[in-house]
């Protein structure tokens, strides 16, 4: 299996600001499947990035995605006030598609 | 636009079955694999199964390989996930999304919870 670790753990930051999230795996993810969601409270998971890269439909290019191998990073170039949230990276490239344990965003 | 709303779940003791739907609307069921992923009270995400859009195909994660069956009604724009021989670790809510590779559109989620 896969194993996804993610950190920081939780980052504090205010708006305005840039965020830089990482997300290693313990084998390299082929093709670059990697994925990033964002969750917010009480809500279901929303699809960020895609392919490691690319952005799904809808999402605003303060969002970017870079990263192979097994090093990947979420970058949020300024922060806006809906951004506070939980992020999530998944590979996809080998069963299971394995989950990190997420990233909680706050507000400092 | 896709809408994904899941049903089912609810309160079962330990050992017991539930049957979860999902019902989809809003793109060419037919055409996609879905998934179900879900996640415990205050926890994380976890990857639970996907099926193939004929049905030819179907994945699971150990966790619950062997006690989960899911299956699609293609006619229907239905999914489901036959769940048996529940655990009180099974307890989470459990979301149906559009797409395995990634997952593209999620549902709201339906909350099962496995307790004596």
């Known amino acids: 299996e896969n194993v996804l670790t993610q950190s920081p753990g939780t980052l504090s930051l205010s708006p305005g600001e840039r965020a830089t999230l990482s997300c290693r795996a313990s084998?390299?993810?082929?093709?670059?499947?990697l994925a990033w969601y964002q969750q917010k409270p009480g809500q279901a998971p929303r699809l960020l990035i895609y392919g490691a890269s690319s952005r799904a439909t809808g999402i605003p290019d303060r969002f970017s995605g870079s990263g192979s191998g097994t090093d990947f990073t979420l970058t949020i170039s300024r922060l806006e006030p809906e951004d506070f949230a939980v992020y999530y990276c998944q590979q996809y490239g080998s069963s299971p598609y394995t989950f990190g344990q997420g990233t909680k965003l706050e507000i400092k | 636009q896709v809408q994904l709303v899941e049903s089912g779940g609810g309160l079962v003791k330990p050992g017991g079955s539930l049957r979860l739907s999902c019902a989809a609307s809003?793109?060419?069921?037919?055409?996609?694999?879905m998934s179900w992923i879900r996640q415990a009270p205050g926890k994380g995400l976890e990857y639970i199964s996907y099926?193939?859009?004929?049905?030819?195909?179907?994945n699971y994660a150990d966790s619950v390989k062997g006690r989960f069956t899911m299956s699609r009604d293609n006619a229907k724009n239905a999914l489901y996930l036959q769940m048996n021989s529940l655990r009180v670790e099974d307890t989470a809510v459990y979301y149906c999304?559009?797409?395995?590779?990634?997952?593209?559109?999620w549902g709201q989620g339906t909350l099962v919870t496995v307790s004596s």
């Open positions: 999304a559009r797409g395995s590779h990634p997952h593209v559109d």
């Open positions: 809003g793109f060419i069921f037919s055409d996609y694999y």
């Open positions: 099926i193939s859009s004929s049905s030819s195909h179907t």
């Open positions: 084998q390299s993810v082929s093709s670059s499947y």
